[in-house]
């Protein structure tokens, strides 16, 4: 499945933004959806996830009750609504998606095989 990520840009502390991420395919609505991020010297790390059959999203820590993310499956597309955002949130955001994969696995990159070009989101203080 082929990733189109869009929707970022720069904003102050305290700001929103709401990225995008497009399939081509309508079968990505059988393939669990991810966000990651990677921060300039930093691993890659995971944001937020939505599984692909009871639609049960998963946070990180640092993201919980700022972040959501959805999916509308009759557009192929799955979003990351980013509220009050931080300095810290800077950084290059990748939608991912995998077609299969045991829950426990949902927050590890390397379980997903299908990458988005990334966008960048950019918090100034």
């Known amino acids: 499945v082929q990733l189109q990520a869009s929707g970022g840009g720069s904003v102050q502390a305290g700001g929103c933004l709401r990225l995008?991420?497009?399939?081509?395919?309508?079968?990505?609505?059988?393939?669990?959806g991810g966000w990651f991020r990677q921060a300039p010297g930093k691993e890659r790390e995971f944001v937020a996830a939505v599984r692909w059959n009871s639609g049960t999203t998963y946070y990180a820590d640092s993201v919980e009750g700022r972040f959501t993310i959805s999916r509308d499956n009759t557009k192929s597309t799955v979003y990351l609504e980013m509220n009050s955002l931080k300095p810290e949130d800077t950084a290059v955001y990748y939608c991912?998606?995998?077609?299969?994969?045991?829950?426990?696995?949902?927050?590890?990159?390397?379980?997903?095989?299908?990458w988005g070009q990334g966008t960048l989101v950019t918090v100034s203080s």
């Open positions: 995008s991420c497009a399939a081509a395919e309508r079968t990505f609505s059988t393939y669990d």
């Open positions: 991912a998606a995998r077609r299969t994969g045991i829950l426990s696995t949902i927050r590890n990159h390397a379980q997903y095989n299908h």
